[in-house]
């Protein structure tokens, strides 16, 4: 049964970074073949490791150390002002948690978010390929959590990841016509009173990166913590 100890990991070349223009990137990955167990993949995302299909990955820059694994302390969390507007203007949205799974419905939504959000991007175009490859895994304890309006009308789905001490937020995609209701942001305020209501300490948001701006949006969901120098240590305000 492989740890910590006995994985074996690999790195890619330097490609095209995602998230900053100009820069050159390169991605550790867990070996591929590796038996991933939930306590292996917990102790994984612990180090600052994400999931991408059945892959784990992280940066492995050696001249930028841009991206920061973030994750929000439930316990101290208290939501902003902005944050409680967010909540009452999405008090009749109903969520509902269920297994991964491809419908039509749910790829219609990914793709026109795709196409609206980041058509300038490496997952565009979308696929339904892409869109079972990079949300699902056959190791993961995953759940796609769907918010709907009152007649039903699909407006999010947050897929995430459920871990021994909270959740990993591994994908959100919302209706594009409905930015006004902040779904990005409700999905985050959810999956922090998932975990309070069941005494889960943490939120894993993944990577936070100061100089991006689609990623400096998790410094909002404060108590956060970053993982510097291998410590997980609180992430000031701005």
């Known amino acids: 049964m492989s ?30 073949k590796a038996r991933i167990t939930p306590e292996l993949y917990g102790d994984l995302t612990r ?4 999931r991408s299909g059945d892959y784990l990955y992280r940066p492995h820059c050696n001249a930028c150390n841009a991206c920061i694994p973030a994750r929000v302390r439930v316990a ?15 008090a009749s949205v109903r969520v509902e948690m269920i297994r991964p799974l491809f419908t039509n419905e ?9 196409e609206r959000r980041h058509g300038d991007g490496d997952m565009f175009p979308p696929t339904q390929e892409q869109f079972a490859s990079f949300l699902m895994s056959s190791w993961s304890d995953t759940r796609f959590c769907c918010f709907r309006d009152p007649l039903g009308q699909l407006l999010a789905v947050a897929v995430v990841d459920l871990l021994s001490d909270g959740l990993s937020a591994v994908y959100t995609f919302y209706d594009p016509a409905r930015i006004d209701l902040s779904p990005g942001s409700l999905a985050v305020l959810w999956q922090i009173e998932f975990c309070r209501e ?11 990166i100061r100089r991006c701006r689609k ?18 240590q609180d992430c000031p305000p701005d």
């Open 76 to 90: 101290d969390f208290t939501p902003r002002r902005s944050q409680r507007r967010v909540l009452a203007r999405n």
């Open 215 to 232: 990623m400096r949006y998790k410094q909002d969901f404060q108590p956060l913590e970053l993982l510097l120098d291998e410590q997980w």
């Open 3 to 32: 740890n910590l100890a006995t994985l074996r990991f690999f790195s890619t070349p330097a490609h095209a970074c995602s998230y900053l223009e100009e820069h050159q990137a390169t991605t550790l990955f867990v070996d591929p």
């Open 47 to 50: 180090i600052g490791f994400r």
């Open 198 to 208: 069941r005494g889960l300490p943490y939120v894993y948001l993944g990577y936070w």
């Open 106 to 114: 749910l790829y219609q939504l990914y793709s026109r978010y795709i």
